[in-house]
């Protein structure tokens, strides 16, 4: 962290144009207070040894962090998506690895709140609030929006069964749940060209012919992203999101609202980086070059934070 007792000041001086709620800044202090004390201290021991956060996401779990986004009817905090971001901000300032998982993990909540149905919510929500860990295993090996996916999914009697295979997975193999994207033939007999249409489904870890491998890449080394195979998966049909009628489209709207928060993610790191080269500045005599430097970076970081602060009242208003 930045700083030894709250954030920034330069953060601190920004967040006073947004106008926050009193639960938006216990929310905050609650989030600086966690990550300064109990996760940037493991930070360092995870990244050299690439071992998984699991300790870090426990204690989120043991705040009600880990449910700052859920409703509070499923057990969370009810945070607002700008509350969301300033955690998602505090936890990446003090790791980064956390930071990643943790926001997947939001984003897996956004999704099951906003698309449905309510069984879902039921299902996932209490659990993603307690202490279960959520994530996204969406990407293709080619793009993420492609006209045809390696993944397809083959809707049987009460379920469905899943092959394919998802090249990057946050949390891979230590998420207890994942939002997959496949595609689904729905092409009439006789028709002259194939039709498909997206389904999202909700793995769960455990199911048969489910695996995933890790990669060791150079940053986030804690975080545990890799890769995902999906061997004929039986996943029951009350794990699909969203509902009808629209149910592919509403998926996708709220898929496409929860991707907000990687910029956030890398905002984390990059202010408490500035604060500490400011405060070293400022400490040992700052010299004009100096400042030349720094105050572009800060206007930068600054913009950043301003484009996601923003969005995230926007998703706000629009989630009313």
């Keep these: 962290m930045a700083q ?14 947004y ?11 609650l989030a600086l207070a966690v990550a300064r004390d109990e996760i940037a201290p493991r ?5 050299l040894e690439g071992t998984f956060v699991r300790d870090s996401i426990e204690v989120l779990a043991e705040s009600g962090l880990l449910g700052v986004n859920i409703p509070t009817e499923y057990g969370g905090l009810g945070g607002s998506p700008l509350a969301t971001l300033m955690t998602i901000e505090a936890v990446s300032a003090a790791c980064a690895s956390t930071g990643a998982s943790f926001m997947f993990h939001c984003n897996l909540a956004h999704v099951i709140q906003g698309a449905g149905p ?9 659990q993603l609030a ?5 994530s996204f295993a969406i990407n293709e090996r080619v ?9 397809t999914v083959e809707e049987k009697d009460d379920h469905y069964v899943v092959s394919g295979f998802k090249p990057f997975s946050t949390s891979a193999g230590e998420a207890d749940f994942a939002i997959v994207q496949t595609q689904k033939s729905t092409t009439p007999p006789g028709h002259p060209f194939p039709v498909f249409e997206q389904e999202y489904l909700i793995v769960e870890k455990g199911m048969p012919g489910l695996s995933a491998s890790v990669y060791d890449p150079m940053g986030l080394r804690g975080a545990s992203n890799g890769s995902v195979k999906l061997e004929n998966v039986k996943v ?23 991707l907000l928060g990687p910029n956030i993610v890398a905002a984390g790191p990059a202010g408490a980086a500035l604060e500490a080269a400011v405060h070293h500045v400022r400490t040992h005599g700052a010299e004009e070059w100096q400042s030349h430097i720094l105050a572009p970076m800060s206007d930068q970081l600054n913009a950043l934070r301003a484009y996601n602060y923003y969005g995230a009242r926007i998703m706000h208003d629009f989630g009313k």
């Design 118 to 126: 309510e069984s879902l919510r039921q299902k996932f929500l209490t």
């Design 43 to 47: 930070a360092e021991k995870h990244d």
């Design 4 to 17: 030894n007792d709250t954030e920034g000041p330069m953060l601190a001086h920004m967040l006073e144009w």
């Design 143 to 151: 793009r993420l929006f492609r006209d045809e996916f390696d993944t």
């Design 19 to 29: 106008d926050l709620t009193d639960e938006e800044r216990q929310i905050r202090d």
């Design 236 to 258: 029951p049909k009350e794990n699909v999101v969203g509902e009808d009628p629209g149910r592919m489209i509403r998926s996708v709207v709220w898929k496409g609202n929860s």
């Design 130 to 134: 307690k202490d279960k860990l959520g």
